[in-house]
């Protein structure tokens, strides 16, 4: 079950020092609000793949169901709930609000995951 992937750990790398940058440099009203949220589940998806070995639908779905989970833990102000609504990280890492465009932007950063791993076996 645990194995580390090189590939998907530096895929893991390569994406979190995008949106390091996205979410440093990058102010706009498109690429930080749209393509950050769609490149966190990828990111995600990376780091799962980069430790356990696990089919791709699973983890994928997994990762979606996770994403999903917090976003909806921030239309109930889970960082608030917790206390831990003065800590700038934690409101960073949970989030502060709620938006059903980011529920889409998680399901098609998802969907490129699956296309993505689809093609990879189709042309192995």
């Keep these: 079950m645990f194995t580390f992937n090189l590939k998907y750990f530096l895929l893991a790398i390569g994406i979190f020092f995008v949106e390091l940058f996205i979410g440093i440099y990058v102010h706009d009203h498109i690429i930080r609000p749209y393509i ?19 089919k791709v639908l699973p983890t994928a779905m997994g990762v979606l169901l996770f994403a999903y989970a917090v976003e909806i833990s921030q239309y109930f102000d889970m960082v608030n709930l917790l206390g831990l609504g003065k800590y700038k990280i934690a409101r960073i890492i949970i989030g502060t609000t709620f938006s059903w465009s980011d529920m889409l ?20």
């Design 36 to 54: 950050g949220d769609l490149l966190v589940v990828i990111l995600l998806y990376c780091m799962a793949k980069s430790i356990i070995s696990s």
């Design 105 to 124: 932007l998680y399901t098609i950063g998802i969907a490129i995951v699956l296309l993505i791993e689809k093609k990879k076996t189709i042309f192995k």
